[in-house]
């Protein structure tokens, strides 16, 4: 989704993950969790607590995406890191008095209505695998690791529920001797969420090491497009397991007609560099202010009627409409079509004098935002003075 | 200048059957040159792939080379490959001459690692360890233009894509530099794009290294592409050497004409294809005579009678077929 | 301009791989394709192994039941027919199979195997032992053929049966999968001479699918070229073979060897770098933009359709559209 707000020579580019994932997995992550301590008031199954601490634990991811969308959580952290340790110590407390319980009773049997129990159980299996399914399917393409990564804790509910079955079950057919000890073991399994989240909150106290790297990641895949000019402010929020990054890039005035495309084309590989993003903010500013450089493709001093390999690279400067500097450039020693081109993006030209325009170098120069500027003049000096001119009615 | 570095002399392969003795190859004559590519074409049966597997004896049971000589240069020297011993017929195979064949997953043992198999080859043909033996692997990775090889040695073949283990399969027969390469049929089972790239590979490797490679094959396009000089083959005979242009161009036996004929040239707009008429013989009892001629249009009654002698046309093209051996009559 | 006879729109076809205990990958074999096959035309697919292209000729005779799209026969879609049509369907739909070692009933004669189609459909014939050695001698094969089996043939003579299975059911579509690709040169000239007549004589549609590009353009009037489950590219035989646009099909037209000396070996070889992506982990945007050497910023982000160039050429590529 895309969300574009227009102030001056500014885009703003917002990509949001709509509330209804968040919805959806809190409701989840709420009934599941009601829904297993009123089974375990009802039939005081040790098991059922283990469903309970891992209930509680599938809120923490819900959390976490909760912080990181929200423009004033993700930038001060204190309370997400408050709000885990606080969900992680009550389910490590739970879990922890359940086995002293079991321990200090000697796993003597008192189940009260194993047949609910294991009922329950298979109703938190199922609501489990359901909660794992619709949220990752109701979460936007783009983001579609996001969404495994929110219905991934539903997936303990299920394998946990399965083995916490086990107990119960037994107990109602008149087995009654070895469910505590199934109880035991389904608490320790209950255990295994909870070091991953303990190293969510260590990574949160590492955040801004991991935040580096990615801004740095985003930096230079930035950069790698010939049309920004520069990345003069990029900040990576890492939130534990999450991330959103907000940048700001500049561009030259010459491409602001096609900021939506050029938005386009950029967010989409940085989410896919970056799995863990919830969403970027990205804003491209216009500048005149900028040097920019024209390529005339030339032999000697006569301007060549198509694309070759010797060019005249000319940079201008946008803001008083000047020739600063002329150089002669070798665009490829190959000749071939696509040779040339590619190095027409790493020579980062930003505006190419043709004579005529063939379509298909058209559309390449238009997917690397490269203006193509048809021109008449057939001499070096004569094309300078008319891209100028050209220049000044593109920016006018 | 080029000099020879095989010679088959009258190579006679016959196969001991139940039902009878089929004479896969009968009388076979020809001469590989260094640094050159030797196609040998020709359809199912022909005998080209038991050729290529006789020149090192490598013929099971129940064929058995019945006749002929293949000499092969070592060290300035010629000698008959045939009546070696099998202790220095071994030194040779895998070493001086190596083979890659058609499937690239069986030739590559799923069990190893690419490295361990290519070390394997290095160490049965020299006096090294296996930590030199190692080195040598990922550099003959590397030499068959496998990306990224110190990785790749630690592979298993299911762990590679079919080019990547044909790339291996090669970097295992080229490791011990061999003066001849024998390759059957080695990208048929292999995408365009990667063939491509290996047919890249082989040259590079014919220039570089001057290895010889008998290049054995159905495929007209892949002749036309590498071979310097093309044999070919029919029911166990040659019927035709040249080299590859006059082959093409100006081919003197009716059944090379009649395969160049038949296969669809893409850059003609052609409106029929010419298919050879009848089917290849029976080889417990092949014709007498030329063994073509139950197929040929252009047959005269001594082709029936007695198998034409090899002619030299002109200069480095031979033909087996009474048309140019001045015998017979209209 | 005649109307299509077949028309596909869209056509998926995945194949469910399980990962683990809930999580399911799918194989995407056939990923969204269109075309068009007019009356009487012959229309080629092309592509490497793995593109695709079996899957898909089984897919349009509904051989296999299509994950999504839709498949138009004379402007109906096939999808939604009943019992009777389908039937009906898929007596006018035949398919020639690539190996003729297994395709043929070892255990049938070649009289039951032709005659077992016609006969299921309740087609009247006449005399049945006429009507398949007519049949038979349309595809160079004699009277005398009649009551043996299948292994008494060779791969060539097991194919010309298999021809005539599809024609005893006077179908009006056929899809060919590669019918010679296991055959000698030789023999596979007279077989594709034969289809290209027997098509002229019933006047048949077909569907010709090879990766051998010189017997598809020799076959052929249009050609899609396809690309791990996309068609990337349409167009007639000859203009496609003169000028290629899909940075795809250049590459694939400038790596076949052409059986002519000269000219492989003065053409300029596009050399494509690294291998096909896997179909069940498909790369966001075009599918082909790891290898190609004009990718573009957008080519990773959204995947080109097919879109209409010239008359008679359709490309899916940014560079185009």
């Known amino acids: ?396 | 200048m080029s000099e020879p570095i095989l010679r088959v002399e009258d190579l006679r392969v016959y196969f001991y059957t139940y039902a009878g003795v089929v004479k896969a190859v009968e009388g076979v004559s020809f001469e590989v040159y260094s640094g050159e590519v030797v196609g040998l074409i020709g359809e199912t049966g022909c005998g080209k792939t038991v050729t290529s597997r006789a020149l090192t004896r490598l013929i099971p049971d129940p064929g058995r080379i019945e006749g002929g000589r293949v000499l092969f240069r070592i060290n300035s020297e010629w000698v008959d490959l045939l009546k070696l011993p099998d202790s220095e017929l071994r030194k040779i195979r895998g070493s001086l001459i190596s083979y890659i064949f058609q499937d690239p997953s069986s030739a590559l043992d799923p069990l190893y690692t690419a490295g361990y198999q290519v070390a394997e080859t290095i160490i049965a043909h020299n006096k090294v360890g296996w930590k030199e033996a190692w080195l040598k692997a990922i550099d003959a990775l590397r030499s068959v233009l496998i990306p990224d090889p110190e990785a790749r040695v630690k592979n298993y073949p299911h762990e590679l894509s079919g080019g990547m283990k044909q790339r291996v399969v090669i970097g295992t027969s080229i490791v011990n530099e061999p003066k001849l390469l024998i390759a059957d049929e080695p990208t048929t089972n292999v995408d365009v794009t990667i063939q491509a790239q290996i047919i890249d590979l082989l040259h590079q490797l014919k220039n570089l290294r001057r290895t010889s490679i008998m290049l054995i094959t159905h495929n007209m396009g892949l002749i036309a592409e590498m071979a310097d000089r093309v044999a070919v083959m029919y029911a166990g005979r040659i019927a035709e050497i040249a080299d590859v242009y006059t082959l093409f161009e100006e081919p003197l036996h009716p059944y090379t004409q009649g395969l160049i004929r038949c296969v669809p040239d893409p850059t003609k707009e052609i409106k029929e294809l010419y298919p050879i008429p009848g089917t290849v013989p029976d080889l417990i009892n092949p014709p007498k005579g030329c063994r073509f001629w139950p197929r040929c249009s252009k047959a005269m009654d001594i082709c029936k009678r007695e198998v034409p002698p090899r002619v030299e046309v002109s200069k480095g093209h031979f033909v087996e077929c009474w048309l140019y051996a001045g015998g017979g009559h209209e | 301009m005649s109307k299509p006879l077949i028309s596909v729109r869209n056509l998926k076809k995945y194949f469910p791989v399980r990962r683990f205990l809930f999580a399911k990958d799918y194989v995407k074999a056939v990923d969204g394709v269109s075309f068009d096959i007019y009356e009487g035309e012959m229309f080629g697919v092309v592509g490497e192994s793995g593109c695709g292209k079996t899957t898909l000729g089984r897919t349009i005779l509904l051989l296999i039941p299509p994950t999504a799209g839709e498949i138009y026969y004379r402007g109906e879609n096939i999808l939604e027919y009943d019992k009777e049509k389908l039937k009906e369907f898929r007596r006018r739909a035949q398919i020639v199979f690539q190996d003729p070692y297994s395709s043929l009933d070892p255990r049938q004669t070649i009289f039951d195997i032709i005659i077992e189609g016609p006969r299921y459909h309740g087609i009247d014939v006449g005399d049945p032992e006429e009507f398949v050695v007519s049949l038979l001698r349309k595809v160079g094969l004699e009277e005398y053929h009649l009551y043996r089996y299948p292994h008494e043939f060779s791969g060539g003579q097991k194919q010309r049966i298999a021809i005539a299975r599809a024609l005893a059911m006077n179908p009006e579509f056929i899809v060919f999968d590669e019918p010679t690709s296991a055959l000698d040169v030789s023999v596979q000239a007279s077989i594709l001479n034969m289809i290209k007549q027997l098509q002229k004589e019933f006047n048949l549609t077909g569907m010709f699918i090879s990766h051998d590009l010189a017997v598809v353009k020799f076959m052929s009037r249009r050609i899609g070229v396809m690309y791990v489950g996309r068609i990337v590219e349409i167009g007639d035989s000859d203009e496609l073979f003169k000028e290629q646009l899909h940075p795809y099909t250049r590459a694939l037209f400038s790596a076949i060897p052409i059986p002519n000396p000269r000219v492989t070996r003065s053409k300029k070889k596009m050399i494509v770098k690294g291998e096909p992506p896997s179909p069940i982990h498909l790369p966001r945007g075009c599918r082909f933009y790891p290898r190609c050497p004009y990718a573009m910023p957008i080519c990773r982000t959204r995947e080109p359709d097919l879109m209409e160039i010239d008359k008679n050429r359709h490309v899916a590529c940014w560079l185009y559209g």
């Open chain 1, 1 to 396: 989704m895309l969300a574009i707000w227009v102030r001056g020579m500014e885009r703003r580019i917002f990509d949001i993950l709509p509330k209804k994932t968040f919805g959806i997995a809190l409701i989840f992550s709420s009934v599941l969790f009601i829904f297993s301590t009123l089974l375990y008031l009802f039939t005081r199954t040790p098991n059922v607590v283990a469903i309970i601490v891992v209930s509680l634990i599938t809120y923490t991811n819900t959390l976490t995406a909760l912080f990181v969308w929200s423009e004033k959580l993700r930038r001060n952290s204190l309370p997400y890191i408050v709000l885990l340790i606080i969900l992680v110590a009550v389910s490590v407390g739970m879990l922890v008095f359940e086995i002293y319980y079991l321990l200090a009773r000697k796993f003597v049997a008192e189940i009260v209505e194993p047949g609910y129990a294991t009922l329950g159980l298979l109703i938190l299996l199922i609501l489990g695998y359901f909660a794992n399914q619709i949220v990752e399917k109701i979460t936007p393409e783009l983001y579609w690791r996001v969404g495994r990564f929110l219905g991934e804790d539903y997936i303990n509910v299920v394998y946990v529920s399965a083995f916490a079955m086990i107990g119960p079950a037994i107990a109602f057919f008149g087995v009654t001797s070895l469910d505590p000890y199934m109880g035991f073991l389904t608490l320790l399994i209950a255990f295994m969420p909870i070091p991953g989240k303990i190293r969510n909150i260590r990574m949160y106290l590492r955040r801004e090491e991991i935040a580096k790297t990615m801004e740095e990641t985003i930096r230079k895949w930035l950069l790698s497009i010939p049309a920004i000019k520069d990345v003069p402010e990029i900040k990576v929020y890492s939130l534990g397991p999450l991330a959103f990054a907000e940048f700001r890039v500049m561009v030259s005035e010459l491409i602001r007609d096609r900021l939506e495309v050029l938005g386009d084309s950029i967010r989409v590989p940085i989410v896919d560099m970056i799995g863990n993003l919830v969403g970027i903010h990205a804003y491209l500013s216009t500048t005149r202010d900028t040097q920019v450089l024209v390529g005339i493709p030339a032999e000697d001093s006569k301007v060549s009627s198509r694309l070759a390999g010797k060019c005249v690279v000319v940079r201008v400067d946008l803001s008083k409409l000047e020739v600063i500097g002329t150089e002669r450039v070798e665009l490829s020693d190959l000749k071939e079509e696509d040779e040339i081109l590619r190095s027409l993006i790493s020579k980062r030209l930003d505006v190419l004098c043709l004579r005529e325009v063939d379509k298909k170098i058209k559309n390449y120069l238009d997917g690397w935002f490269i203006i193509p500027m048809q021109i008449e003049s057939d001499t070096v000096d004569a094309a300078q003075k008319e891209l100028i001119e050209n220049l000044r009615k593109l920016i006018e």
